[in-house]
């Protein structure tokens, strides 16, 4: 056993020492190296690009929505009871004041002959409250001329001071009485007055057991039948949907908040529907709404589209896929979005960088103290504004600056918007802070950038630009850059098996 274990240890370390030979250029033996065209192929390695050009630019607006009828009404019923007839049924046509169902009418028949035969026994009790009133001035009239005569008597001392009391008593009740007669009279009228009122309400509901349509059109939607009861108690429960015109229809489009910006009334519009995915239909934004909707955490506001539809092809309730046209800048300085999303490597842009490649946010700044000259702040206010800004801005700018850092640089760039509106904040008075941030409100939809520009043969610069309007294809450049110039998309190489050897923000030869 101690043998073999000898025997396994001397082949071991002879097979070690074989392999160290190998790797420390053992004459007569191969050594590792980098692969055959490698250093070819990394010599063949150039910058790609694009060039700035003249063009539109389209800001399309992507939704979903519904399509409905521009006029809809719900036809309800505001009494209660048997419905005993219907005159109408899906996709019947209606003209205003036609009869679609009726409501059994008996109670309200019964209700109404109540009322009337309390109406007239109403009237007949004027009469006798006339009457009373009648007596009681007689009666009143003949008292006053007996306390005349006991008055005249009691003078003469020929009747007594109770005899006379009493006359005046008994004139004084009789005062009351023709007063409390009157009274009556006035109750017994107001009564027939609420009676007639409840008269009129009985008529009116009994009209309504009669469901007339309110306009004309086509009923689009049906929801009670012969012999079901309907209950009116709380709100008038739906019958019939009718819609005035289906040859106008609009679409409900749900818009998310990121896209309501620039989105304004009279917008074309373009959608299709899943029933008819090659025809285009065309329409505008008649109206943005207001209020907004929470679903899953995403707000959305309802932008409503008229659309034409002469052929009646678009029914009620279809999906509707719209694109809307919120913006159109023509004849722009524009290119092709993808020069926007180049990122270098560290790597890449030691080797590839000019020398004299500019700080994108040094021009920011300078756009700030622009805006603060615009706003009418004093020179002075302003110098004081941009040492507190220079001191307080730096550490930001300096991993801003970083091109090795580009993946930071949009939280950083947030975080410098926020620092420099508080900064300003506290240095402007009320009026001046108000009027630049009108000044920024008015430059909202314009923002800041970075492009890696073609300088010379075989090197780049970043140029600090301004974006505008961009859509699936193309970005507008505001400021930055010129037609003609050469913008960097990538890094490749030769091909070599049908791929490229390189790609946008990455590595050399690295495979997508």
């Not at 002879?14 to 190998?22: E, Q, R, T, V």
């Not at 250093?39 to 979903?64: F, P, W």
């Not at 009457?131 to 009239?141: F, G, P, T």
């Not at 220079?390 to 700018?397: A, F, V, Y």
Request: glycine share 8%; hydrophobic share 40%; with cysteine.
């Amino acid at each position: 056993m101690t043998k073999q274990f000898l025997v396994y240890g001397i082949a071991a370390l002879m097979f070690s020492l074989a392999g160290c030979n190998n790797e420390t250029g053992n004459p007569g033996k191969k050594t590792k190296g980098p692969p055959p065209g490698a250093e070819a192929g990394a010599a063949q390695m150039s910058l790609q690009s694009v060039g700035v050009m003249k063009g539109d630019v389209t800001r399309v607006v992507n939704a979903s929505g519904k399509v409905i009828p521009q006029e809809q009404v719900m036809v309800g019923s505001e009494v209660s009871g048997r419905v005993v007839d219907v005159m109408v049924d899906y996709n019947s046509p209606v003209k205003k004041g036609q009869v679609l169902a009726e409501i059994d009418a008996e109670k309200f028949n019964n209700t109404l002959e109540q009322l009337r035969g309390r109406l007239k026994s109403a009237e007949a009790d004027i009469l006798v409250q006339q009457a009373s009133i009648n007596r009681a001035r007689v009666s009143l009239e003949q008292n006053r001329k007996v306390l005349s005569r006991q008055s005249s008597l009691f003078q003469q001392e020929a009747v007594s001071k109770a005899r006379l009391e009493e006359a005046e008593r008994t004139v004084g009740v009789s005062e009351a009485d023709v007063k409390l007669a009157e009274a009556r009279l006035e109750s017994a009228k107001a009564t027939i007055e609420q009676t007639k009122a409840q008269i009129r309400n009985a008529q009116t509901d009994l009209r309504r057991t009669v469901i007339r349509s309110p306009i004309d059109g086509v009923i689009i939607e049906r929801k009670i039948d012969p012999g079901q009861t309907v209950a009116a108690s709380f709100s008038a429960p739906e019958l019939f949907v009718i819609a005035a015109d289906l040859s106008n229809m609009r679409v409900e489009a749900q818009i998310v908040e990121s896209d309501v910006a620039g989105l304004d009334q009279g917008d074309m519009v373009k959608f299709t529907v899943d029933a008819y995915p090659d025809i285009t239909f065309e329409g505008k934004v008649e109206q943005l709404r207001f209020m907004s909707k929470t679903e899953n955490n995403i707000v959305t506001y309802v932008a409503i589209v008229s659309v034409r539809n002469e052929d009646g092809i678009l029914l009620p309730g279809m999906t509707a896929n719209l694109e809307i046209t919120a913006d159109v800048r023509a004849g722009v300085t524009r290119l092709p979005i993808s020069a926007e999303r180049f990122r270098p490597s560290p790597e890449q842009i030691a080797r590839w960088q000019d020398s004299d490649s500019q700080s994108e946010e040094a021009g920011a700044l300078d756009q700030v103290y622009e805006r603060l000259e615009r706003a009418g702040v004093p020179n002075g206010k302003i110098d004081q504004s941009r040492r507190v800004l220079e001191q307080s801005t730096r550490p930001l700018l300096d991993i801003i600056n970083d091109p090795t850092k580009s993946f930071m640089h949009t939280p950083m760039k947030i975080q410098l918007a926020d620092l420099t509106s508080n900064i300003l904040k506290s240095q402007l008075t009320p009026e001046e802070f108000s009027k630049y941030n009108a000044l920024v409100q008015a430059e909202k939809n314009i923002r800041l950038g970075e492009l890696w520009v073609l300088s010379g043969a075989d090197k780049m610069k970043k140029v600090p630009v301004k974006f505008g309007l961009s859509d699936s294809a193309f970005v507008e450049l505001v400021s930055g850059l010129s037609e003609g110039d050469k913008v960097v998309t990538g890094i490749g190489g030769a091909k070599r098996g049908g791929r490229p050897g390189g790609r946008p923000g990455g590595r050399p030869g690295k495979k997508p």
